[in-house]
């Protein structure tokens, strides 16, 4: 089941736009609240962007995500209203909170520790957020990110490029610690690095067992997906970008040969451990759609049709559960792809179902653990790998779908009496 994250929204622009924005949201909620499944406009694709229990005061929206704040959404939805924002956001579970700020087409996000002795607080009158009474400064937090972007363009390194990584600071272990204080081998690798003393970083890495790069792996796979909304110095880059390459260089096999002081496969039953090591070594887990195959890619958030793989459903455009348990998708049984019904449909299509498809930590656990950087062998422990998923299948009588069609039908008929 899903941690549920807690966020308040201001949009702030013309206030024509404004209130088309809360028109929106307005809509969303009393659509997901008509048909009991989620509900976004056609130009919101970002994943995961779903929202519960929304409401409304004083022009301040509230509702609730899974996992993580939905701002690519709120990006996606900024820009089509041509209006900003700024978002609060807290997900206890995780101990995930902060702020992100949207301004002239730059979204800066900042953790709460940048204020670690006071909480963020909204002033709508303002139409900005404030720690301890004083306005956040938005256009220098914004103006630091744009300069930042346009860093990474300008400089975008390459693995081949040996001089970015070279050697030219001679700080030690010692004066580290007396810095930061006693660090991990992972941060530390990090941190000489970030301090150009590349042949210490090398040095640890070199040290390092199987199990603990395929941990530096998984954190380096979550940062690179939120570079743009880090808010690293150039050293730092280029620290990640220098771990990236000896990873790269790693040889991939040793990766997956995980070694007896660190099995993965440790407290599995022989099923278990056999799942996980096919898994390590690079097998997608399958599902049953219907009766017809499907290879699940949560990397790519698609199931791909495993005799005809050019045929792909998209997690993206799948509604999810209230419970977060299952992704919803009507499914057409004749060509096995996603069918995708009007709001306006008078008459029940044929040859579509519904599917309830296990959500992602059922369908690939190893996928979702390297995502989130989480360790893979504790995530495993305790949410097993499934050998046989099966997607559960029910008629359009079972959905919403009457309903709708029922009060569409009510609105043609009006309409004609009307005329």
């Known amino acids: 089941m899903a941690n549920w994250c807690k966020n308040t929204v201001l949009f702030s622009g013309e206030s024509s736009r404004v209130e088309a924005v809360l028109e929106l949201?307005?809509?969303i909620e009393k659509q997901q609240n008509n048909t009991k499944q989620w509900h976004l406009p056609e130009f919101v694709t970002a994943p995961n962007s779903f929202m519960l229990d929304i409401q409304i005061d004083n022009q301040q929206i509230s509702?609730?995500?899974?996992?993580?704040?939905?701002?690519?959404?709120?990006?996606?939805?900024?820009?089509?209203?041509?209006?900003e924002f700024t978002s609060r956001f807290e997900e206890t579970g995780m101990r995930i909170s902060g702020i992100a700020l949207y301004h002239?087409?730059?979204?800066?996000?900042?953790?709460?520790?940048?204020?670690?002795?006071?909480?963020?607080e909204l002033d709508p009158k303002r139409q900005a957020y404030v720690v301890g009474g004083i306005p956040l400064d938005i256009k220098k937090d914004v103006t630091e990110a744009r300069e930042e972007r346009q860093w990474h363009a300008s400089r975008e390194l390459r693995y081949e490029d040996k001089d970015s990584f070279k050697t030219t600071g001679n700080v030690t272990k010692e004066e580290i610690n007396a810095l930061f204080g006693d660090l991990p081998e992972g941060e530390l690798l990090l941190k000489f690095a970030e301090l150009k003393n590349f042949e210490q970083a090398r040095d640890i890495f070199n040290s390092m067992d199987e199990y603990a790069i395929v941990l530096m792996e998984n954190y380096l796979i979550q940062t690179f997906h939120h570079i743009e909304k880090l808010n690293y110095s150039h050293d730092q880059y280029i620290a990640l970008r220098f771990l990236d390459q000896l990873i790269n260089n790693y040889d991939?096999?040793?990766?997956?040969d995980?070694?007896?002081?660190?099995?993965?496969?440790?407290?599995h039953t022989p099923q278990d451990t056999e799942l996980l090591q096919e898994r390590l070594a690079g097998k997608l887990p399958h599902i049953d759609l219907n009766g017809t195959d499907f290879t699940i890619d949560w990397r790519l958030r698609e199931l791909r049709e495993t005799e005809s793989p050019w045929n792909k459903l998209d997690f993206n455009t799948m509604d999810m559960s209230e419970s977060g348990d299952e992704y919803f998708c009507l499914y057409n049984t004749a060509d096995h792809t996603h069918y995708q019904f009007d709001d306006a449909i008078t008459s029940l299509p044929e040859n579509i179902?519904?599917?309830?498809?296990?959500?992602?930590?059922?369908?690939?656990?190893?996928a979702v653990a390297r995502e989130y950087a989480i360790d893979v062998r504790e995530f495993v422990m305790q949410n097993p790998i499934q050998k046989d998923l099966k997607a559960n299948v029910k008629p359009l009588s079972a959905t919403g779908i009457?309903?709708?069609?029922?009060e569409n039908l009510k609105k043609e008929q009006a309409r004609k009496i009307g005329r």
């Open 25 to 27: 949201f307005k809509e």
């Open 63 to 83: 509702y609730h995500t899974m996992w993580m704040p939905n701002l690519d959404a709120l990006r996606e939805i900024a820009d089509h209203f041509m209006v």
């Open 104 to 120: 002239d087409g730059i979204l800066n996000e900042m953790q709460n520790e940048k204020h670690p002795e006071a909480s963020y």
């Open 252 to 256: 991939a096999e040793r990766i997956l």
């Open 258 to 267: 995980l070694t007896p002081a660190r099995d993965l496969t440790a407290d």
């Open 353 to 366: 179902i519904l599917l309830e498809i296990p959500y992602e930590i059922k369908l690939d656990p190893v």
């Open 402 to 406: 009457p309903e709708l069609i029922e």
